[in-house]
């Protein structure tokens, strides 16, 4: 069977080094020749974002960061920018402090360098998300995609277990996704799979040894791998649904992608066998489901949306929405009818597997 594939590989500089983000920042700085930096950091990430930008003479510190990015957050960074004659953006923090960045470079077109502290993986795509009178609107542009990434694993070691968790679940939803997005093309399967089995040796390292270097390194290569095979296989079914729970209902971004990726995998994998075997394969299991519930159970992962604060009354609505969204190239046709039975699953932590025969 010949290949015939279209692909787009995103130019960016990543810079990965453990201890090193402090010197790799004031390098590309220099690099760059930038005179008037922000730093976009919220207040809980200011101290160490401080530590990371020692070596740099910061023009504007900016704390605003909220979570989907409301569009009146955005302004607000926007006119500040502007009005500081900003001529680089750094934003240290996770996705919802790379997300605000994003959203100022759109209209200003500023190059930014990401310092990620979490396993978000916005970082590495130009994908952006703004949140307007409740509802969650993403799209394409390269003017946000970072000029430089800068990976540390040491600023990560403060993350928190369950977040880390969550967080890494975040990317390997990007990594499942990706496998039967709109644009899914063996390269991004290629990288899907190498993320996806990084992810699944570094998780659980973290959970047994929350102060241990080496998780984080892996988790951290497993999300920027998820990201940049997101970033090329476009938004998938997965995707589409959890912007409409955190835009529409406000869930937290990483825990509503850890609790409804078991979920989706199990409604499309009878749908998408070559894809399966890919994802089983990357976790070392005869079944993609199993490879995941497996790692989803050693690592305690969310389980249930109404832990979050999605009730049963939220799933016709989360539906109506999610349905005109979906994308065409998805391997199982979604209804209406089958879409409300994975959301009732989900909302109860229900065991997946029942969406494999629906």
């Known amino acids: 069977m010949s290949l015939a594939f279209e692909h787009v590989t995103l130019g960016q500089r990543v810079l990965f080094g ?25 207040d809980r990430e200011t101290p160490m974002a401080r530590i990371v930008a020692a070596g740099v003479e910061v023009a504007l510190w900016h704390h605003d960061v909220v979570m989907h990015v409301p569009i009146e957050t955005a302004d607000k960074a926007r006119a500040a920018a502007a009005g500081h004659s900003i001529d680089l953006l750094v934003c240290v923090g996770g996705g919802s402090t790379t997300g605000l960045a994003k959203a100022i470079a759109m209209t200003s077109h500023l190059p930014i360098i990401a310092v990620p502290t979490t396993y978000a993986g ?11 009178a409740s509802r969650k609107t993403t799209g394409v542009d390269d003017a946000v995609l970072p000029v430089t990434v800068i990976y540390d694993a040491a600023l990560i070691l403060s993350l928190p277990v369950d977040m880390s968790v969550a967080s890494g679940l975040n990317g390997m939803a990007h990594c499942i996704d990706s496998m039967w997005a709109p644009r899914a093309d063996p390269i991004n399967a290629a990288l899907g799979a190498e993320g996806i089995r990084a992810l699944n040796r570094g998780l659980p390292l973290i959970a047994e040894d929350p102060a241990g270097a ?39 971004h ?66 109506a929405i999610i349905l005109p969204a979906v994308p065409a190239s998805n391997p199982r046709p979604v209804t ?21 025969d629906l």
Request: aromatic letters at 8%; a negative charge; glycine letters at 10%.
């Open 18 to 42: 453990t201890g090193n983000a402090a010197a790799n920042l004031a390098a590309e700085v220099a690099r760059l020749g930038a005179q008037r930096v922000m730093v976009i950091a919220s």
């Open 122 to 132: 916005s970082e590495a795509t130009n994908v952006w998300g703004l949140t307007e």
């Open 214 to 252: 080496e998780g984080r390194e892996q988790a951290l290569y497993g999300a920027y791998l998820s990201a940049v095979a997101f970033a090329s296989a476009g938004s998938g079914l997965h995707h589409k649904v959890c912007h409409v729970l955190g835009g529409t209902f406000n869930l937290p």
């Open 254 to 319: 990483a825990q509503t992608h850890a609790t409804i990726l078991p979920y989706v995998l199990a409604f499309n994998a009878p749908f998408a066998p070559e894809a399966e075997a890919r994802i089983a394969a990357a976790f070392g299991t005869t079944g993609a489901l199993t490879g995941l519930q497996d790692l989803r159970k050693r690592l305690d992962a969310p389980k249930a949306l109404w832990d979050y604060g999605f009730t049963a009354d939220g799933i016709a609505e989360a539906v």
């Open 336 to 356: 209406t009818e089958n879409l409300t039975r994975l959301l009732q699953a989900a909302l109860t932590g229900e065991d997946p597997a029942v969406l494999l």
